[in-house]
């Protein structure tokens, strides 16, 4: 059974850092890429990152490129997303996936997504 589980949201205030988790089971998590999304209330969904596997490059968003960081530890099956100076404009709920940016799709593996606010 596939499952993908994020963690570490929560309240930070602006210019704050957060780290996100994203734990993953029941794939073959070396597999994939991951990336990591993002869905404002009232908003689309947006990718922000992604962690190819073929190379290992490291793709950013404009918008966070310079603040966020995502890294995996193929060991534990976990992604992360450290995120630092955040704005208050980064308030979401942010998933995990094994798809990327627009080519991410609901055949894709997700997760539920956690909580993250901005505010001072």
């Known amino acids: 059974q596939v499952r993908i589980v994020e963690s570490g949201g929560g309240l930070a205030q602006p210019g704050g850092s957060l780290r996100l988790s994203c734990i993953t089971s029941g794939f073959t998590f070396t597999n994939y890429a991951i990336g990591w999304h993002r869905q404002a209330p009232g908003k689309q969904r947006e990718g922000i990152a992604c962690?190819?596997?073929?190379?290992?490059?490291?793709h950013y968003a404009d918008f966070v490129k310079g603040r966020f960081t995502v890294s995996r530890d193929d060991a534990k099956n976990t992604a992360f997303l450290q995120m630092t100076n955040l704005k208050v404009e980064d308030t979401a709920v942010y998933y995990c996936s094994t798809g990327c940016f627009d080519s991410a799709s609901e055949g894709d593996y997700w997760g539920q997504g956690t909580q993250v606010t901005v505010s001072s």
């Open positions: 962690l190819s596997i073929t190379d290992g490059s490291k």
